[in-house]
């Protein structure tokens, strides 16, 4: 099994910068994609962004490309989400998310199907 621990979020205003971690351990060496979701209060999990370990290839979401950027340390099994130029309407639970080679699952790192780990999420606010 795999366990994800979030880390960075807080309270930012309009413009401001946050760096989000998810640092991954257990059976990190069977790590396929690591992800970020993200949640408001009422609102269905949405996709944000993610990476494929082997080829590092990136995936967003169009309400944060250009804004935002995802990163990994494949050694480590951690993922970074670098936020920038926040919105209010980014305000929500970010989680992080792993999908392994044994999950059995074929759906492409949007969809939250695709992922058999979660993290407990990081609150992120930002206010106007």
């Known amino acids: 099994q795999v366990q994800l621990v979030e880390s960075g979020g807080g309270l930012v205003q309009a413009g401001g910068s946050l760096r989000l971690s998810c640092a991954a351990s257990?059976?990190?060496?069977?790590?396929?994609?690591m992800g970020w979701f993200r949640q408001a209060p009422g609102q269905e999990r949405e996709f944000v962004a993610a990476?494929?370990?082997?080829?590092?290839?990136?995936y967003y979401s169009n309400s944060v490309k250009d804004r935002f950027t995802i990163s990994r340390d494949y050694a480590k099994g951690t993922v970074f989400l670098q936020m920038s130029s926040l919105k209010p309407e980014d305000t929500a639970v970010y989680y992080c998310?792993?999908?392994?080679?044994?999950?059995?699952?074929?759906?492409?790192?949007?969809?939250?199907?695709?992922?058999?780990?979660w993290g407990q999420g990081t609150q992120v606010t930002v206010s106007s």
């Open positions: 998310a792993v999908r392994t080679y044994y999950s059995g699952s074929s759906y492409p790192p949007a969809y939250t199907s695709a992922y058999n780990y």
């Open positions: 990476i494929t370990w082997s080829g590092g290839s990136t």
């Open positions: 257990g059976r990190t060496f069977s790590i396929n994609t």
